[in-house]
Structures are given as C-alpha cells and as structure tokens.
C-alpha cells in the first residue's frame, strides 16, 4: 500500500524542469549500471588492505590505499586529515563450557572490552532471553556471575530490526552494576553461521569495567540450552590493548563544481573496518560506491554546478571521524549544501529520502522518474539518520539526504568474519552505484538551497 | 522427465502384497512426521556433547551418552563394542599474509596433517585452479612454495559435486612429489562464509609428509586475486598430536524381531564428528534418524518380524568403525539381511534406492506407495554407496539400501563451525524419521531375502 503510494507521488513529481541535466543523469545511470569501477575498487580494498581497524597499522595502510586510489580515479584536491584516535587491539580470545557439558564456544570480544586475567575467568553463567530482563534485574541479582543475554534480532528490510537489537551490546555496566563478573551478547544477528559478530561497547561512569564479548548466535542458543538444564559453568579469556596515542584520517577528494565550486555536496563511506572480516560490505562497498558514483560523474565533459566531495571516513566504527570532520571544518559549514553516507553494505537501494524541503522544489522532481527504473522510491520523509560519520553535519544544521539500501540479508555479516567480497553482489552493488551518480548529479547541477525554509508548511 | 518417470513407476509398483503391514507402515509414517524423538536426540547430543572426534575425551562422553540414550529409549541388548582407534588431534592454527598485503587467513589443518615447525613456515605461495594443473605439473614445479589450489565446488542435489572437488583434500602428496612445503586447498564447500571446512587427508607412502590445511573458500579466492598481481608470501602454522592408542566404540541396540529375530537389519549414523562444530548434521542427524524412526516401530504393539539394529558408529570422519564391525561380527554376516546408513545431514528424503532384486519382489512394492507422500521417489537402481560405515558389510555380500537427502545445502556447513542446531531444519528432519521409519518396517516385517538372485534379468 505505501510502495503504490510512492510510485504515484513518484509520476506526479516527475516534472522535468531541467530536463537537460535529466537527460544527462539518466545516461549516467545507465552508464553506472555497466560500470566497472566500484567493483574494481572494492576489490582492491579488500585484497590489498582487508581488515583496517581505525589506529591499526592496516588502517595508515588504508589511507595510502585511498590516496593512490582517488588520485588515480581523477579527484582534485586529494589529501588525508589526520586526527588523534585513541584505539583498541584484540588479543587472544577464547571461551568454553567447563561443566556439566565441556564444550569450546565461538566468542569475539567486543571493541573497548578490557581484559580477563591472562588465564582468564570462570564462574557460573545465567542466561536472560531479553535485554529487557538485564534491566528488570534488581542489585546483586548477578552477583559473581557471567551474564548471557541471548536476545534474537528482527530480520527487517530497514534498520529497525538492528536498532532495537544493539542496545543489548552495549549493556555491560547493566550487567556490572547487578554484580556480574563478564558480560557475553548474542551476536548481533539475523543469521545462523556460527562467525560472532563484534561491535564497540562502552562503560558507564563508576561502574566497574567487566569483560565483553558477543557470542555465535548458535553458541548463544547452546548455553541457553545448557542453562535450562542446570548450573552451567563457563571460562572465558579475553585480551585487548589500548594505543591512547594513535591517528586516524579523513581521506578526501574532490569533483570541483564547474560554476559553484565553493558549493560543496559532502559523501562518502568509511574507510576503517572491523577486525575478523576483510570490510567488504562494512564499508568497503559505502567506499567503492561513492567513489565510482562520483568519478563517474567527474568523466563528464561538464562537471556539474557544484563541488561533490568525497570523505573517506577514517574512524566509523568506534566513533571520532565525525566530529574530527566538523572540527575541521567549522568555518566551511555554511557552503557544505548537503551530506550523505553509504554504511549499510552493498544490497540494492530501494528508498531515496531527501531534506524535507527538497520534495516541494520544482527543480529536483526528475530525481524519482530517474530512479524508479531502478526500483527506488522517493519517500516523503526526511531521513532521521544519514550515516554515522555525517550526524556531526547533521546536527550542525546541514541538509542530509539517504540512499536507503535493503537490509535484509545485511546482519547476516555485519561485524563478522564473514564481511568478505564473496558475499556481495555485483549487480546490486551496480545498482547503487547507478542511483547515486544520478542523485548526485542532479543535486550537485542545481541551484537549491535545502537549507530555505519552503513557503507553506504542508507535505504535498 | 526422470522424474515424470519415477512417478509413473511408483504408481504401478505400488501393490499392496502385505496390505496389513502396509497399513501399519503409513501410520507409523504419519506419527513420525509429528514424532518429537529426532529432534530431542539430535539437541541432547549437540547440547550435552558437541564435538566428539574419535579418539577424544568427547567421544568417550559420547559412547556414554548413546548408551544411555538407547537404554531410556527402550532399545535392547545396547551395548559399546570397542576397538583400536590411533587418532590425531588439533592444536594452534592459522595462517596470514606476509606481503606485500599482509592479513590474516582463516584456515583449519586437514586431519591427519603433520605440523609445521613451531614457529611456522614461512614461503611464497603458488596458486592453482584446479587439482589437475597440481597433477600436470612437472617435477620440482613448487619446489620450495606453499601450493595453493583454488578449485570450486559445483552445488549438486546429489554428491557429484562433492565427489568431484573432495580429491583435492587428498592432493597433498601430489605436490610434496613436485616440492612444495605445505598444501593449502580451497574449503570443499559450496558456501561463502569464511568458517574453513576440514576433513581428512592422507600421505602417500614414500613421499615428504607437508602440512596441509583448508583455506576459508573467500581467503582462497583472495590468494588468488593477491597472486594475479604479483609475488605473494605468506605464513603458516598448524600443530597437531597423535594418540596412537586410543580407543573408538561402536554403540549399539535393537528393536527385536518378533518371527525372526536371528534376522538382522542395521541401520545407523556415526557418533563420531569432526572438531569445529557440534556435529549436528554430520552426523548427529542420522544417529537421530535411525534412532527415532527404530524407536517408534519398538512401539508398535507387534515388532516386526525381522531385529532392528541401530548402530552408532564411532570413527567415520578417519574410517576404523566399518572394518572393526565386520572383524567383530564376521560370524553373524549372512544374518544381516540388509544394511543402510543415514549421513548425509537432515535435509529431506528425495530418493530410495534399495537392492537389485527388492524391486522385483511384490512383497516390497507397498513402499513406494508409502514413501509418495513425503515426495521419495522410487529408483530403479540399487545404491552404489549406502554410507561409509557399511561399505565393508557391502563389501562382503550384505544387501545396502539407501535413502538419498537433497544434499544441496549440506556442503555450504558440513565439517565446518557452522555445522551447529541452529542449521536443522525441524521439519526435514522430520521426515526422514518418517520415511526410515515406514520402509523399515517393510523392511523388517518382511520374509524377503534380498541376496537371492532374481527369476529373470531385466529389470521390471
């Protein structure tokens, strides 16, 4: 009911009031759908580089990787920024059922986890169902214990399912505050395989820092199968490093705008990754993407009004880039006309959602007659969130707009070893290239300010 | 069209000769498709054992648990048979990337697999496509390289595919012959995920014995993208022990005959598994099959006329359980009337292939008519392979039949960590209880000597 309603705003919308520059975009799209660079260039990311871990050694070998390759794909302007980004590095890492049931389990610890003793720590498990029941709990309800929440996640074709799911990970001092000794998550999940899926966590003022770590979603399931028949008691070993001093980078590049150079639309993805996997949907494919969408568009004879920058984002995962970015660009902000990012994999995008008052303006409704041969609604709604790494823009007041990409399969290898270029898809990382660079396009040749409050106050 | 004519085939084989017991075979049919017994089995085991590689302390456990498990299910004369059973054991693995990309590799050592040099080898790799560029390569050709072969598993309903890539798991001589220093095979596995697949391998005698292990089918594909570009060097670790006398059992029980019970039938699963998973599919589901579906007819009012034998067999993944059984029951062999075993996961049934000259014995058509329903087919050939374990027995004279699974998804998880409960599907499951379950009972109940040669040669 809601797609056919879309489809429909998306016929009457389509009023081409530039229809040169609709011209131009649609052969860019058509063009994308064919083009072979973001394969290339996700390919070598994941090759070359693989797992690049912001203040890792991979991750300044990443930077370099993202200089040689926007220079080579024709971006002016191509520099790093640097920031300091306190990091963390993982150890050795294991756990298992001690009793009644020995038996090794699959365990990854969780990005800002401190360390069990070197020999690790056992104690008796108890197992909630819900993050819910963590918080239920009352004082000392876990004292002395290890603490299992296996909570399984939504599949949903958006974020939501993930949304409501996370808040489990980062419950540890939930957990440390009722006593427990460890805190172990179901992996942030939809999927079945036995990889755990990691993620950061945090701690929460004066509340003691216990152990963290997700477990396989089968493992989850196996200790809530152990649970139930008795006392379950369980060893676990974690270690981790800090380096308090280490650098991340913003790796920029740029299409300079043939009119308005100085007006500039920000996007990106980023480019430090978890550790088990080699980052090829998280975010390899937010990288390959917009990189390919704008070289693309830099390949025209004319390059568009404005000036579309790429940002490689240097420090998603664990946080920092962001604000780095908005720190460093204070005095910028004005001339920033929009931002996006590309972070949810390499699955087809089935939604475009604009700055609120770019729906009402004439100027940029070829957008849905362009993209709905892609199978891309225009939504009626802004979006809530753009990406991590442009919250900061966001916040400060820049329009952002959103590729929505289908995340149905998504948390299947989020966060895990799994998160190879094995499981991408080449057609539909095409598509989203396809759709970007003839959004981007459109926005970047037109003259409208998202940021104008429109005249009346309704949504059409 | 084979189909189409398997169809046809079962329409007018299906005679009910013994319309008593046929009657009672499609209710015994029906109660197993909702019976719960497999499925309970198949939990105890994953949950209360997980990982039992012959030889272990697990499948010590593992013998205590069948025995168990058999005695409260209601089987009789259950017991352990032992024998002797050297077996190797896994210690600490892995395996990265030196240069000029350097990261980490999943990879998981074959068993069987000589250790490296503690602190690893080290050297440049060799990447080959298939197993048969390794065999038409010429002497000396990997001297001094770690040999990689990068060869695809074609997805087949049937175990083709399987028994076409799996040869190069044995490859490791092969390349010792030409020089290589260690033997990495792309996982025999129709996935994506990176979890690595073990198995076993073997040496060839007079030959250097070099460590050989499974690569993650992305991390093979990514030595070869690494390769294409240019020198590649990477390290390798593996270790491993060997417990020259340990000891294996075969756990086993019966459903006694009621007319007949000196006649035999066995049917079984293997308790053994290999490491990194908990065995579920391979091959806890067929210690769960054979067991529920001999468990239900133990039920019925009036045992079949024939013994019901269900043995769990101890040492399947590095052979020993087969050729100790018929070393133990030599005696018995002529009163085994037919024999079969259940390896193959617990996806469903899709095919039965029973001895030559059942086909031509009126007595038997009723299963076809029975086995319809749960969509089994009937075919017109006898099985070529009825299992590992009871490939002696067939070796020797007794009649094999086969109940082949769709084993489409079965190499994406098999001797993998993904082999866990969480990829059971409960109603598959289910009914392969009700198809052993109904063709035993004909089976059993049944005064047909399946060794007596037919009346006539052509096959009806």
Redesign the interface.
């Known amino acids: 009911m809601r797609r056919i309603l879309f489809f429909a705003a998306v016929a009457c919308l389509a009023v081409p009031a530039v229809a040169g520059d609709a011209h131009t975009a649609a052969a860019l799209r058509d063009r994308a759908l064919a083009d072979s660079t973001a394969w290339n260039v996700l ?1 070598s990311l ?6 690049r871990p912001a203040g890792s050694p ?1 991750a300044q070998r990443a930077r370099d990787w993202a200089l040689a390759k926007l220079r080579a794909l024709g971006f002016a302007n191509v520099h790093a920024e640097p920031f300091a980004k306190p990091s963390w590095g993982r150890g050795e890492e294991w756990a298992q059922v001690v009793r ?5 389990l ?1 365990v990854i610890g969780l990005g800002g986890s401190v360390s069990t003793p070197p020999r690790g720590i056992e104690a008796d498990i108890v197992v909630l169902k819900s993050y819910a029941a963590v918080l239920a709990a009352p004082a000392h309800a876990f004292k002395g214990k290890i603490v299992v929440v296996n909570q399984p996640m939504k599949r949903t074709r958006d974020v939501s399912g993930y949304s409501a799911a996370v808040v489990a990970r980062f419950g540890v001092s939930e957990a440390a505050k009722r006593g427990a000794v460890a805190y172990l998550v179901r992996s942030i999940s939809t999927g ?4 755990p899926h990691t993620g950061a966590t945090d701690y929460a003022p004066n509340t003691p820092k216990i152990p963290a770590a997700a477990l ?3 493992d989850a ?2 200790l809530e ?2 649970a139930a ?1 008795g006392p379950v008691r369980l060893r676990l070993k974690l270690a981790s490093f800090l380096r308090p001093t280490s650098t991340a980078w913003n790796v920029s590049g740029e299409i300079a705008g043939s009119a308005r150079p100085d007006q500039v639309i920000v996007i990106g993805g980023h480019l430090d990754s978890w550790d088990p ?2 980052g090829a949907i998280d975010d390899g494919a937010g990288v390959a993407i917009t990189t390919a969408a704008a070289r693309l568009i830099g390949q025209l004879p004319r390059h568009p009004r404005r000036t579309i920058r790429v940002v490689l984002w240097g420090s998603e995962e664990t946080g920092g880039s962001g604000s780095a970015y908005l720190t460093a660009h204070k005095g910028e902000l004005a001339k920033i006309v929009a931002a996006a990012e590309s972070d949810l994999g390499a699955d087809r995008v089935y939604r475009l959602e604009l700055p609120q008052d770019a729906l009402r303006r004439r100027a940029l409704k070829p957008q849905a007659r362009l993209l709905a041969p892609l199978k891309v609604l225009v939504s009626r709604n802004a979006p809530k969130h753009a990406g991590s790494d442009v919250e900061g823009l966001q916040k400060a007041g820049v329009p952002v707009f959103a590729l929505d990409q289908d995340a149905s399969r998504y948390f299947d290898i989020h966060h ?3 998160d ?4 991408v898809d080449r057609a539909q990382l095409g598509q989203n290239v396809a759709a970007w660079a003839a959004l981007l396009y459109l926005l970047a040749d037109s003259d409208v300010d998202f940021r104008a409050k429109p005249a009346h106050k309704s949504v059409p």
Chains 1, 2 share one sequence.
């Not at 079945?192 to 990889?195: A, G, Q």
């Not at 190879?420 to 499981?423: C, E, G, N």
């Open positions: 390919e994941t090759t070359e580089i693989g797992p991979a009644p049931y020995p038996q090794p699959a079945n395989t036995r990889e396989g979603v089968p399931d196996l199968r152990m028949r996997g080699t895990s070893a799994d190879t270029l094995a499981v």
